[in-house]
């Protein structure tokens, strides 16, 4: 059973990048054919499908974050991060990660998900 944990910085300050960390367990980031998403929800608001790297490791990006977002990851770790630049308060929000099937662009096409960790920015 594949598990998603995240983790990162709880504060970052205006203007710094923000990194989030997915630490996957109970399968392999790299086999079959997946989006390892990320998804984030400011409080009160929808949730936002921000980009995913797929098994393969290629990439793709919401038009809303594609110029300030980028994800990698580190397969010996089974892990994948979100580094979203240039922050402002209005990116406080519950970052999430999730699994999903390729090309999975909309946070309802993700069916495994991490529990979540909440991110301010704010000086």
């Known amino acids: 059973q594949v598990r998603l944990q995240e983790s990162g910085p709880s504060l970052v300050k205006p203007s710094q990048t923000l990194s989030v960390t997915c630490s996957v367990s109970?399968?392999?980031?790299?086999?079959?054919?997946?989006?390892w998403g990320w998804i984030r929800q400011p409080a009160g608001k929808d949730r936002e499908w921000m980009g995913a790297?797929?098994?393969?490791?290629?990439?793709y990006y919401s038009p809303s974050f594609e110029s300030r977002a980028s994800i990698s990851r580190d397969t010996s770790r089974n892990q994948f991060t979100l580094h979203l630049n240039s922050v402002t308060p209005e990116d406080t929000a519950v970052y999430y990660c999730?699994?999903?099937?390729?090309?999975?662009?909309?946070?309802?096409?993700?069916?495994?998900w991490g529990q979540g960790t909440q991110v301010t920015v704010s000086s």
């Open positions: 790297i797929l098994s393969s490791g290629d990439t």
């Open positions: 109970g399968g392999s980031i790299i086999i079959k054919s997946y989006s």
């Open positions: 999730a699994r999903g099937p390729t090309d999975a662009r909309r946070p309802e096409g993700y069916n495994v």
